[in-house]
């Protein structure tokens, strides 16, 4: 599985950003993906997910009611919309998928990651 991860930018305190995750390779659409982020000098963190059916999403406490998360399978492509941006939100974004161990929240749970697409939010 090959993801790339675009959308990122700058934006103001209160603005939008809406990543794209564009998957390619066997299975793609039997995979949850989700998005991480890792700002400087932290580890790198879950943000959202989306299972394979997009029937159930799962989302960081920090995020939840800003951020929604959705997935075209037909284009292979998962969407992370973020609103009412904070200057926290600052870091580089990976998408990545599955794999199949169930551990949705956890880095150890992905076994294929995309390339990062930096988000700054300034105040």
């Known amino acids: 599985v090959q993801l790339q991860a675009s959308g990122g930018g700058l934006v103001q305190a209160g603005g939008s950003l809406r990543l794209s995750c564009a998957a390619s390779?066997?299975?793609?659409?039997?995979?949850?993906i989700a998005w991480f982020r890792q700002a400087p000098g932290k580890e790198r963190e879950f943000v959202a997910g989306?299972?394979?059916?997009?029937?159930?999403?799962y989302f960081q406490d920090s995020v939840k009611g800003r951020c929604t998360i959705s997935r075209d399978n037909a284009k292979n492509t998962v969407y992370l919309q973020m609103n009412s941006l904070k200057p926290e939100d600052t870091a580089v974004y990976y998408c990545?998928?599955?794999?199949?161990?169930?551990?949705?929240?956890?880095?150890?749970?992905?076994?294929?990651w995309g390339q990062g697409t930096q988000v700054t939010v300034s105040s």
């Open positions: 990545a998928a599955d794999n199949y161990s169930g551990k949705y929240y956890y880095t150890n749970g992905y076994g294929y």
């Open positions: 390779g066997r299975a793609v659409s039997s995979h949850t």
């Open positions: 989306i299972s394979w059916s997009g029937g159930t999403t």
